[in-house]
C-alpha cells in the first residue's frame, strides 16, 4: 500500500514520484492529490530543461479539485517546499520527470527526510522494452510503480510480465 494513502497515522508523507518521459504522470499525480486531503503537488523540473522558464498559472483542474501545487527548480528549493509543507502538516507529491540524474535527488531526499517513498510512474500505452528500460534505471531506489492510460492499453500482457519480472515493485496506483 502505498504511503500517501495510510489512514492509520495522520504524519505527512513524501511520495516522489519518477518517469522519463510524457507518460500521464501528472494527469495520475493530480488523480492521488484529489483524492487526499492535505496533500502539496510539487512540480521539480531541473534549470536545463526546456520549459523551466515558463512559470505555471493555476490550472483550471488545479482550481476544481483544489490542488495546491507549487514548482520547483533546484534540490535545495525542493527541500525548502517540503519542509514548509510538512510544518504546515501537509503531506508531499513531487512530479519528477528525470534526465538522467535522479539517483542524486533520491539521495538527497532520503538523507533529509526520514520517509521517503519513490515510485516509477509507467505508462501502458508505452511498450514493454520501454518500461523495463525505465524501470531499471530507477528500480534500485524504487518502491512501486503507477500505471497510467489504462483506459487506452492495446496489450494488458506486457503489464502482467511487468508485474512478473519485478515482484519486488508493486503496482501501487492505478
Same mark, same amino acid.
Not at 520547483?72 to 514548509?84: F, R, W
Not at 504546515?88 to 528525470?98: C, K, L, P
Not at 510512474?121 to 501502458?124: L, P, T, V
Given at each position: 500500500m502505498p504511503s500517501f494513502s495510510k489512514v492509520e497515522d495522520n504524519n505527512p508523507t513524501i511520495t516522489l514520484v519518477v518517469s522519463e518521459t510524457s507518460n500521464?504522470?501528472?494527469?495520475?499525480?493530480?488523480?492521488i492529490a484529489s483524492l487526499k486531503e492535505n496533500i502539496k503537488v510539487i512540480d521539480y523540473h531541473e534549470k536545463n530543461q526546456l520549459n523551466s522558464n515558463i512559470e505555471?498559472?493555476?490550472s483550471m483542474?488545479?482550481?476544481?479539485?483544489?490542488?495546491?501545487?507549487?514548482?520547483?527548480? $533546484? !534540490?535545495? #528549493?525542493?527541500? &525548502?517546499? =517540503?519542509?514548509? $509543507? !510538512?510544518? #504546515?502538516?501537509? &503531506?508531499? =507529491?513531487?512530479?519528477?520527470?528525470?534526465n538522467g540524474n535522479s539517483e542524486q535527488v533520491i539521495d538527497s531526499l532520503k538523507r533529509c527526510f526520514e520517509k521517503v517513498e519513490v515510485l516509477i510512474?509507467?505508462?501502458?500505452i508505452h511498450t514493454e522494452l520501454y518500461n523495463k528500460s525505465v524501470i531499471n534505471k530507477h528500480r534500485k531506489s524504487a518502491n512501486g510503480m503507477l500505471v497510467s492510460h489504462?483506459?487506452?492499453?492495446t496489450?494488458?500482457?506486457?503489464?502482467?510480465?511487468?508485474?512478473?519480472?519485478?515482484?519486488?515493485?508493486p503496482y501501487m496506483f492505478f
Open positions: 500521464g504522470q501528472t494527469t495520475m499525480i493530480n488523480k505555471k498559472s493555476v483542474a488545479d482550481s476544481i479539485l483544489g490542488i495546491n501545487r507549487v514548482s520547483g527548480h $533546484s !534540490i535545495s #528549493e525542493l527541500i &525548502s517546499n =517540503i519542509k514548509e $509543507s !510538512i510544518r #504546515e502538516g501537509e &503531506s508531499v =507529491i513531487i512530479d519528477y520527470r528525470s510512474s509507467i505508462s501502458s489504462l483506459d487506452l492499453c496489450n494488458y500482457g506486457h503489464l502482467f510480465n511487468l508485474s512478473y519480472f519485478y515482484e519486488d515493485l
